[in-house]
């Protein structure tokens, strides 16, 4: 097991249809607009409204320094033939004497139904596990959204149980605000023996399989 601190590495991840990279200042209006998405805001603390300004300040300082610092990583998903920004998947809360990390995943919503979070989220696992030593992933994924729930288990994730009462998802308002909905948090974990049949499962699906994606 991989003990103390370090940095996480400036990494390329790619699989059969997608590369995963670091974030860039070009990717900025398109990780705006995803942000602003009406799923993106119920399900996660991301500020609302999201402007380019924001995306900037994220790409050039909060991810870099969350990198090097060992914290987390936030990965660009991008589609191998277009380049085109899909979605992110993001690590943090990582813990290198333990060996474990939390991700988390969005996926743009004209890229849902590709199975797109399914596929990036499976090869940050493999990488983490096999070149940076980890031997836990977690996820946790509010009670109702159903959709982050299928991608934990499409990966292998095993349900440990309910933090009760322990997120924050949001919900429209009558005037077109947002406000703030409490409910429970499904925690999932993933462990490098758990991948164990998955890429046979992916080979006889094609890799990915239709549903919305989003975290």
Same mark, same amino acid.
């Given at each position: 097991? #991989?003990?103390? *601190?370090?940095?996480? +590495?400036?990494?390329? %991840?790619?699989?059969?249809? /997608?590369? $995963?990279?670091?974030? &860039? ?31 900037? #300040?994220?790409? *050039?300082?909060?991810? +870099?320094?969350?990198? %090097?610092?060992?914290?987390? /990583?936030? $990965?660009?998903?991008? &589609? ?47 990488? /983490? ?87």
């Amino acid at each position: 097991m #991989t003990t103390g *601190t370090r940095g996480f +590495p400036d990494i390329s %991840i790619s699989t059969e249809r /997608l590369v $995963l990279r670091a974030l &860039e200042e070009d990717d900025a209006p398109a990780l705006a607009e995803m942000m602003n998405d009406e799923m993106v805001a119920a399900w996660t603390s991301v500020p609302q409204p999201f402007g380019e300004d924001q995306a900037r #300040t994220w790409i *050039t300082q909060y991810a +870099p320094t969350e990198r %090097i610092a060992g914290r987390g /990583l936030d $990965l660009a998903v991008t &589609e191998f033939l277009t380049q085109r920004l899909v979605g992110i998947v993001q690590l943090g809360k990582t813990n290198w004497h333990v060996g474990s990390t939390e991700l988390s995943y969005i996926i743009a919503p004209w890229a849902r139904g590709e199975g797109y979070a399914s596929e990036a989220a499976l090869a940050t696992a493999r990488w /983490l596990f096999r070149e940076q030593g980890l031997e836990r992933l977690e996820l946790r994924t509010a009670a109702d959204n159903t959709a982050s729930q299928q991608v934990a288990q499409k990966i292998g994730c095993i349900s440990e149980g309910v933090l009760r009462n322990a997120c924050i998802a949001r919900t429209r308002t009558e005037d077109g605000g947002w406000e703030d909905l409490r409910t429970d948090f499904i925690v999932w974990s993933l462990l490098p023996e758990d991948l164990d049949g998955v890429s046979d499962e992916f080979a006889e699906t094609g890799g990915y399989t239709s549903f919305p994606d989003w975290n």
